[in-house]
């Protein structure tokens, strides 16, 4: 599948990729006008959709030849609350609901030794909501997120939902056998003293390998070509596959600059340029432009609480928009 794509390559904080839908930017997008009392003219400074959240599952060769099942969380520009019914049939995503997303490791509920109780935590939201009908104002660019070393994807969730609310597709591999749920099941085997839970892959423990790090980056940037080749499937004309942004944290950053250039050190190119990848004569339509950030930064991308902050200030100024 041909694709003609601009990477920009983030950690912590997108900034740069402010195109949202339609070629926009942030802040040319409508907004809601009002006027305060003494004249001034009131703007709300986000544009925002509601945002689907759902699971899709992939499974990316590793490089051993072996089955690694993905997980891909996916956040979308949405319709409102109202349409979703399902008697329209299945415009996309069937099963659609209004139950606020509700996320969690991919452990929740398994059987342990029978004095262990199993995971049960959960992450909650009020921003985004389970199998929402994509908007249909698209089509939408796309932000591919790559965790960090032994983190998931979900660890990031306020900021990947903000992102969608304004008018991205986002994708969030959770890569297998780098994932906070292989270090979980490497714990409970050595509690255990017996593999109870075996690895994802079904290759021996360890089942985090993230000290292989060749290895590691390898099935990383296979884990984002996959992606990328599944969301046309999964969104269709929805999806602008001519704009795609890739933002990463810690491990995710160096994905991210790995998949715009390749890897002498690690020995797999960039990709080519049939791909959107730069090529080693720059012939393709991948350009990198990295954003490293590491610690704190006053130019974080605001979340879901900056959201609230800025509705909660405008109706202040200038009462409900």
């Not at 992939?58 to 949405?78: F, K, M």
């Not at 983190?151 to 992102?163: A, G, M, P, Q, R």
């Not at 980056?217 to 704009?243: I, N, Q, Y």
């Not at 990848?277 to 393709?284: L, V």
Request: net charge neutral; hydrophobic share 35%; aromatic share 8%.
């Amino acid at each position: 599948m041909k694709r003609t794509s601009i990477l920009f390559v983030v950690v912590a904080a997108m900034v740069g990729l402010g195109q949202g839908v339609n070629g926009q930017g942030m802040n040319s997008v409508p907004q809601a006008e009002k006027r305060s009392d003494d004249g001034v003219a009131c703007h709300l400074p986000v544009r925002i959709f509601p945002v689907g959240h759902t699971t899709k599952h992939i499974n990316v060769p590793g490089t051993l030849h072996e089955n690694r099942p993905v997980d891909v969380g996916l956040w979308y520009p949405a319709r409102g609350l109202h349409d979703c019914d399902p008697s329209e049939g299945d415009d996309g995503n069937a099963g659609c609901s209004a139950v606020p997303a509700s996320y969690t490791s991919r452990l929740n509920g398994v059987p342990l030794l029978p004095q262990w109780a199993p995971l049960s935590w959960t992450i909650g939201t009020s921003d985004a909501f389970e199998n929402l009908r994509v908007s249909n104002e698209g089509p939408f660019p796309v932000v591919v997120f790559s965790h960090g070393a032994s983190n998931n994807s979900i660890d990031y969730v306020y900021t990947l939902e903000s992102l969608a609310s304004h008018g991205f597709i986002v994708a969030a591999p959770d890569h297998v056998n780098n994932t906070q749920d292989d270090v979980r099941i490497d714990f409970v085997n050595a509690e255990a003293k017996q593999n109870l839970l075996p690895c994802y892959d079904s290759l021996p423990s360890p089942c985090s390998r993230g000290a292989d790090v060749p290895k590691s980056m390898t099935d990383r940037v296979h884990d984002v070509s996959a992606v990328l080749d599944a969301l046309p499937k999964w969104f269709g004309e929805r999806v602008d596959m001519t704009r795609v942004g890739m933002m990463g944290h810690s491990r995710g950053t160096v994905t991210s600059l790995a998949v715009a250039g390749g890897s002498t050190a690690w020995g797999f190119p960039p990709f080519p340029p049939e791909r959107g990848g730069q090529g080693s004569h720059g012939n393709g339509h991948w350009r990198a432009r990295h954003h490293l950030r590491g610690g704190r930064s006053k130019h974080h991308y605001p979340g879901a609480a900056a959201r609230r902050n800025a509705r909660r200030n405008f109706t202040r100024q200038c009462g409900s928009p």
